[in-house]
């Protein structure tokens, strides 16, 4: 479905994302993991467009898209949940689903759509009046998934969901992300917490200073001696 | 409900042509006299400065320190069209040309420096706005320093009103679009909106170029009615002013910059019998003001009808508590 290869990428001088190659099959949970800058957070922005990369392709269900503008990758099917939610504060928790499905026209469809979104969560209807910003983070995570899946997309980009969460809540938005997937929606989960991501994952991918490393099915990394001393903290 | 709708709408332009009727009643009858005219012209003008700065600062959320540039195009404008040809239908003509001359400058200027961020965007601006005033201080046709003497006066009550509402109409329904949901995406969240699909560029220029038209529009009222334009009075202060009136009535909310205009128009009066200290004043009451509603008069909400009925409420439910 996806398939980038020897994508370059810089800022300025900083050469951040070095020949980095990646691919997702249609119906599958891929995640990326690694510390800190090691550019995961640049990948997935280049993916959806918000950054240009300096050298290489990316491919979506066959068609070139390196140099399309966001918008349209919107269109054909690719959505991002961005790195620390980035929700619409001060708009309604409903003013931001709808922004979710802004480049969509079908009223009917999104009207079912933000109801298929309150089904899923339940707490965001019962918050549809209030503003974002008065959300706790872990509903303002679910009001930033559930924005990204007001566009009705065929791969979703989840950049760091668990983020800043509670263990519980963190189970809990990892059991979603699953029930998305058995939907039918191709996830690309890019994530720090590496044990948990790595359970839900059918291949994973590690990344390090702007290379890929390692990767191969997600039980399999995790049994790795590398992984666990690296990431899984023991 | 379309029909309540309908009765709403109809009883908002029976206020507004009332409003007009009361004040062009008392005008005609000498009530407001030249002096309470001049004010009154300065809050109209006033009103359509702020309303499309907010639209640019205050909902798109792009600081822009031009916005008196804009203006002196429209006033230049439409005082070289009126003092060649002197006529109503001129002044129109020129109030319009004016307005689409600051929307192609503010199409021009937007394009490239709206990439930039907060403050640097404010210092493009500035730059821009000071641009504009030493090619009006250099040029032949706009006497330079010495300014332009307009003999005619044209902009009289029904132009202000037709063009303080026109404006403040024109934005709201903007704002109320979905093309105003997403500039006010882009202030929240320029990534996310950017990742939602909106086009952000397309709509920060959208907003400066709507922006520019009106501030346009008031230069060319200004021009008109003052008799005297000169570069100077559309410097960075002119900008200045301007952005105190936006953040006094609140980043986001229309009815605040029509409230402070209102407001600043009333305090700047009142302080006319006390000359010596009258700036000093203004500035401490500022100073007040932002310290306890930092956030503007109206923060970003809206004034309404429905707000003050349920202001009605609470006492009702009041009245009914000691029954």
């Known amino acids: 479905m996806l398939e980038i290869s020897n994508l370059n990428v810089h800022f300025g001088v900083i050469h951040a994302l070095k020949g980095v190659s990646l691919k997702v099959e249609e119906g599958e949970i891929v995640t990326l993991i690694g510390a800190n800058g090691a550019g995961k957070t640049t990948t997935l922005r280049t993916i959806s467009g918000l950054k240009k990369p300096t050298s290489g392709t990316i491919l979506f269900n066959g068609n070139d898209i390196t140099s399309t503008l966001p918008q349209d990758r919107v269109r054909m099917g690719i959505s991002l949940a961005p790195e620390g939610r980035r929700i619409f504060s001060s708009l309604t928790v409903l003013e931001n689903l709808e922004l979710g499905a802004y480049l969509r026209r079908d009223k009917a469809e999104i009207k079912k759509d933000i109801d298929m979104v309150y089904e899923r969560f339940p707490i965001l209807k019962a918050r549809r009046k209030q503003a974002a910003g008065t959300l706790s983070g872990g509903e303002q995570q679910m009001l930033a998934i559930g924005r990204a899946l007001m566009s009705r997309p065929k791969l979703l980009c989840l950049d760091e969901p668990s983020m800043g969460l509670a263990p519980l809540l963190v189970q809990e938005i990892f059991d979603i992300i699953q029930d998305i997937n058995q939907k039918g929606t191709t996830i690309l989960l890019v994530e720090q917490n590496a044990n948990m991501a790595l359970q839900i994952a059918n291949r994973a991918y590690v990344m390090e200073t702007g290379t890929i490393t390692l990767s191969g099915p997600g039980a399999e990394l995790m049994r790795s001696e590398e992984i666990k001393k690296a990431y899984l903290g023991g | 409900m379309k029909k309540l709708a309908d009765i709403k709408g109809i009883k908002k332009w029976v206020a507004l042509l009332l409003t007009y009727a009361v004040v062009q009643l008392l005008v005609s009858l000498n009530i407001i006299n030249d002096y309470i005219m001049a004010t009154l012209t300065t809050i109209c003008i006033n009103i359509i400065l702020a309303v499309s700065l907010n639209l640019i600062t205050g909902f798109t959320g792009q600081f822009s320190l031009g916005h008196a540039g804009f203006m002196s195009i429209g006033a230049y404008t439409c005082a070289i069209i009126i003092m060649r040809y002197p006529s109503p239908v001129s002044f ?58 307009i003999e005619v006066q044209y902009t009289n009550w029904l132009w202000l009103f037709i063009f303080t509402t026109g404006t403040v109409i024109l934005i709201t329904n903007f704002i109320n679009s979905s093309h105003g949901r997403a500039c006010i995406s882009i202030r929240e969240d320029e990534i996310a909106a950017e990742a939602m699909g909106i086009n952000t560029t397309k709509y920060k220029v959208i907003a400066f170029i709507i922006g520019a038209f009106c501030a346009g529009i008031a230069g060319a009222l200004y021009a008109s009615y003052f008799y005297f334009i000169k570069p100077d009075l559309f410097g960075f202060l002119k900008s200045i002013d301007i952005l105190v009136i936006v953040v006094l009535g609140g980043l986001g909310s229309i009815s605040g910059s029509i409230l402070a205009a209102f407001l600043l128009a009333l305090i700047s009066s009142l302080l006319q019998s006390f000359p010596e200290i009258r700036m000093v004043i203004y500035a401490v009451l500022l100073i007040v003001i932002m310290l306890f509603r930092p956030q503007g008069i109206m923060g970003s909400k809206e004034l309404s009808l429905s707000a003050f009925k349920s202001l009605g409420g609470i006492f009702e439910r009041r009245n009914g508590g000691e029954r």
Not at chain 2, 131 to 139: E, K, Q, S
Request: aromatic share 10%; hydrophobic share 60%; glycine share 14%.
């Open chain 2, 92 to 149: 129109i003509t020129g109030l319009f040309l004016g307005a689409i001359f600051a929307a192609l400058l503010g199409f021009i200027v937007g394009l490239p420096t709206l990439r930039l961020r907060g403050d640097y965007l404010a210092i493009a601006t500035l730059g821009m706005a000071e641009i504009i005033r030493i090619v009006f201080l250099n040029l032949d046709i706009t006497n330079g320093a010495a300014g332009l003497f």
